[in-house]
């Protein structure tokens, strides 16, 4: 247990569907961030926010929308996705600024059909 | 091209052998971090090394950061099943604050 935790841990969905991933930390972080890991690939950030406002967007397709209620909660709605967007989604939580201390839930495995 | 790339990709050894893996870039970094991601879990945190020569010990795990701080090793003594894992380093490039991880080497030690 590293006090993030993931839902749903496993999703299959159609290219047509609309889904949501939610992250929830019961660290005390101000920082959280969605990561994409696909085979064979380094981890790749997708967006980060750091009290509850998004301070980076790497070029993500407009297909992931993320939300940040509050500092304690994640989440990454999911529209019109491609196959090619299966993967395992990872949430992490840090201290406000501090990348180097990261702490990851388990993931959700993304399969898109 | 990666920012930071990790040598081995895999490595398969029997319990009880020592291993070295790697971490190297071009680049100089604030600081490096190494993780163990176990197969269905999230990388956990294993350890953070910021000074240039820096060597860190975790039981029988062996960190150190490279003098220029653009690299760093991984040692392992006597390695058991239990080590399995992708191990990942990670880091902030020196003065660009953008953080990169490597690509991972998947380590599986056979009983």
């Known amino acids: 247990e590293t006090g993030v935790t993931q839902t749903p841990r496993h999703l299959v969905m159609g290219m047509t569907n609309k889904k949501s991933l939610k992250c929830e930390q019961h660290?005390?972080?101000?920082?959280m961030y969605w990561y994409k890991q696909s085979a064979k690939k380094p981890l790749e950030l997708m967006f980060v926010?750091?009290?509850?406002?998004?301070?980076e967007n790497n070029s993500v397709p407009s297909r992931f929308s993320p939300e940040c209620p509050n500092s304690s909660h994640l989440f990454l709605h999911l529209h019109t996705l491609q196959p090619e967007d299966s993967a395992l989604y990872l949430c992490?939580?840090?201290?406000?600024?501090?990348?180097?201390?990261?702490?990851f839930g388990p993931g959700t495995r993304l399969l898109v059909l | 091209t990666q920012l930071l790339e990790q040598s081995p990709q895999f490595l398969s050894i029997q319990e009880g052998e020592n291993l070295t893996v790697y971490c190297n870039s071009s680049?100089?970094?604030?600081?490096l971090q190494w993780y163990r991601q176990e197969p269905g879990e999230g990388p956990v945190l294993l350890v953070t090394?910021?000074?240039?020569?820096e060597v860190k010990k975790l039981k029988r795990l062996t960190f150190q950061f490279g003098d220029a701080r653009k690299d760093s090793s991984l040692h392992i003594t006597a390695a058991q099943p239990g080590d399995t894992g992708l191990y990942l380093c990670a880091g902030e490039e020196y003065n660009f604050n953008k953080f990169y991880f490597g690509s991972g080497t998947k380590l599986n030690v056979k009983p």
């Open positions: 660290l005390g972080h101000n920082a």
């Open positions: 992490a939580s840090s201290p406000s600024n501090q990348r180097e201390t990261q702490y």
């Open positions: 090394v910021v000074t240039g020569g």
């Open positions: 680049s100089v970094f604030s600081s």
């Open positions: 926010y750091n009290f509850k406002e998004q301070t």
